[in-house]
């Protein structure tokens, strides 16, 4: 009676582990999934707006959100130059340090400045609110 018991106890266990294994590798398979598709939306950012020529003056928002990481912008535009640039909101895991990308957008006014190191990817996110913000202004 003992030797079935543990024989029906091993085959609980046995199955509880397959079905365990079995969940995490669906969990994983998702998770691995959203990671390349975030990556892959950060890589296609392109910026329609080099700089502010032709923006007229004003106060203009762009957001941009790749699932991972996003990015809301305030862009103050004076005499078609970017004066100042607010970052409103950045979700950014470890992208923390992109957030001074807009001193150098406007010290070297323009948006395709080269990203913050170790925040690559939160700095193309906040380029491309800029951008965004500069195509609201176009309207």
Sequence with gaps: MKMKNKNKFKKIVLVVV?????????????YMK???SYQDRVDSISFENYDASGIANGRYIGEYDVSLIYAKVEVIVENEKITNIKLLEHENGRGKAAEKIGDKIIDEQKIDVDAVSGATNSSQVIKKAVDNALS????
């Design 18 to 30: 397959l079905l365990l294994a079995l969940v995490s590798g669906v969990f994983l398979f998702k």
């Design 34 to 36: 959203s990671v390349k």
């Design 136 to 139: 609201n202004g176009k309207q």
